[in-house]
């Protein structure tokens, strides 16, 4: 087999450690004859393997008791939608940061539910750097506040979090699906964090929450069971099936994660390889990433060519080196290089080699 090194926004690649793991016991999980898709959610060995997923992230991530992880189905998307329909608490207004494409999903769709005010906005800036908190415009009366922590198509990140008044009484709730322990985070500074696993976790199918108890109980009435967070942690996430292969898969990232260091050390890899691409595309005019530099994410660089007739050849020789996936988003063209916590290092290198002699050649 080819190596070859995928730098898709999402789904994404995942550690060769990992799937060479779900390889070897794919038709016999552990000697119990079975493969982890055949078994029961309910049975003693998926029992042990979601147990000790949540047990992985609580260690990794540092999450306090009085937050529950729920494993969910449905995307980060649903969540776009379960996060108004539980979190108003009779309240009428929420106030979102807007960054960017996935900001403006989660803003449409909570408008089905009530009014939202934009507390801040980069698009006059054409969401290419994340508004500093003192442009905000907080409403006091809205019933959270909304951020996406990295946005997967713009490629800017959040590198800091809000400090709300101490008496505000307004969770912050964070879209981390394609930044979610990259890097240490303190849960306790959040409400809610939802992340769909497809980006750095494992695969699609499965989205994570981490959840204040406080805030659950309180869905609006008339919210279908399975969009009440409250059900779902009456029921430690069985309420009905879980994405149990995405659980497993992810359970094996997380103890991967763990052998890296956790996520400090993860942390000081991505500075590391995020910023060898960066500051080559920063040393050449042949390329150019639009995106503030203070606000530059770690996990999707977004970068175009001098000029966009080369984007085809680009593309072409670069699958030819075993560099794959590298087409930027639709809606904004030229490249995208995302670099999640399973791209090695390795794989900048040879990007930014290859990137190297593209330009030489065509510049
Ligand atoms: C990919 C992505 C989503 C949507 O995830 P789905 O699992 O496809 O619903 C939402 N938010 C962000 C930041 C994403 O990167």
Redesign the pocket.
């Given at each position: 087999m080819n190596q070859i090194y995928n730098f898709s926004?999402?789904p994404a690649t995942l550690p060769k450690e990992v799937l060479q793991q779900a390889r070897d016991e794919m038709l016999d999980w552990h000697g119990c004859g079975m493969s982890v898709m055949e078994m029961s959610h309910r049975g003693r060995e998926f029992t042990s393997i979601i147990e000790s997923l949540e047990q992985d992230l609580r260690e990794l991530a540092n999450i306090p008791s009085n937050y529950k992880i729920l494993f969910l189905q449905?995307?980060?998307?649903?969540q776009f939608a379960m996060v108004p329909m539980n979190l108003l608490r009779g309240k009428t207004k929420a106030d979102y940061i807007h960054t960017g494409q996935?900001a403006d999903?989660a803003i449409n769709e909570a408008k089905r539910f009530c009014f939202v005010n934009i507390a801040a906005s980069s698009e006059d800036a054409r969401f290419t750097c994340i508004p500093p908190q003192d442009q905000w415009s907080i409403d006091r009366d809205s019933a959270y506040i909304h951020l996406?922590s990295?946005?997967?198509i713009g490629g800017v990140e959040f590198h800091w979090t809000p400090e709300l008044p101490l008496d505000h009484d307004m969770p912050i709730v964070a879209?981390m699906?394609?930044n979610i322990l990259s890097r240490p985070l303190d849960v306790t500074r959040y409400g809610l964090i939802y992340a769909?696993a497809?980006?750095n976790l494992g695969p699609?199918g499965l989205?994570l929450v981490i959840i204040r108890e406080d805030l659950a109980g309180f869905a609006q009435p008339g919210t279908p069971t399975l969009f009440d967070y409250q059900v779902h942690i009456a029921h430690d996430s069985m309420y009905n099936t879980p994405p149990t292969y995405a659980v497993y898969i992810t359970g094996l990232v997380l103890k991967w994660l763990r052998r890296q260091g956790g996520l400090e050390a993860i942390e000081q890899i991505n500075i590391r390889k995020s910023a060898l691409l960066y500051d080559f595309i920063d040393s050449c005019d042949f390329y150019h990433c639009p995106v503030a530099k203070a606000d530059r994410s770690r996990m999707n660089i977004p970068f175009t060519l001098k000029d966009s007739a080369l984007d085809t050849a680009f593309l072409e020789q670069a699958e030819a080196n075993g560099l794959v996936q590298l087409k930027g988003h639709r809606s904004v063209g030229g490249m995208r290089a995302s670099l999640y916590n399973a791209m090695p290092m390795e794989g900048v290198v040879q990007l930014v080699e290859f990137m190297k002699e593209f330009a030489n050649k065509n510049a």
């Open positions: 926004a999402g449905g995307g980060a998307s649903s996935w999903k996406t990295n946005e997967t879209d699906s394609s769909g497809q980006k699609a989205v």
